[in-house]
């Protein structure tokens, strides 16, 4: 959207939880609310070249997201319960912990995932 400024913090060491997989917990921390926006805590998943957010004691996906080749995204997706509730999120080039930010577009609110 135009006009939002998007910023992240640097992830810290994630850890192994399956062959293939690393996963790390974090806080969200608000950076932008232009509506009601709470932050929460849960955890990074990234297994082959797909990334999640888990929130807290879910077994299922915020949302997923195809990391490019580089390791980076940054587009549009569906929430995994509410396909048609996007969120822009927007990954750092790399591997393991990096810059995540997401904005969810009907609230309007920005998030950054920050390790605990």
């Given at each position: 959207?135009?006009?939002?400024?998007?910023?992240?913090?640097?992830?810290?060491?994630?850890?192994?939880?399956?062959?293939?997989?690393?996963?790390?917990?974090?806080?969200?921390?608000?950076?932008?609310?232009?509506?009601t926006c709470d932050g929460e805590r849960?955890?990074?998943?990234?297994?082959?070249?797909?990334?999640?957010?888990f929130s807290q004691g879910m077994p299922y996906p915020?949302?997923?997201?195809?990391?490019?080749?580089?390791?980076?995204?940054?587009?549009?997706?569906?929430?995994?319960?509410?396909?048609?509730?996007?969120?822009?999120?927007?990954?750092?080039?790399?591997?393991?912990?990096?810059?995540?930010?997401?904005?969810?577009?009907?609230?309007?609110?920005?998030?950054?995932?920050?390790?605990?």
């Amino acid at each position: 959207m135009p006009g939002l400024i998007f910023s992240a913090f640097v992830l810290g060491p994630g850890h192994a939880v399956a062959q293939g997989s690393t996963q790390w917990k974090v806080t969200l921390t608000v950076m932008r609310i232009a509506s009601t926006c709470d932050g929460e805590r849960g955890s990074i998943r990234v297994t082959g070249r797909k990334l999640a957010y888990f929130s807290q004691g879910m077994p299922y996906p915020v949302w997923e997201v195809e990391l490019e080749p580089d390791g980076s995204v940054d587009k549009v997706i569906g929430r995994y319960i509410h396909s048609s509730r996007n969120v822009r999120v927007k990954v750092a080039a790399g591997s393991g912990p990096r810059e995540i930010t997401s904005l969810d577009e009907i609230t309007l609110c920005t998030f950054s995932y920050v390790p605990d």
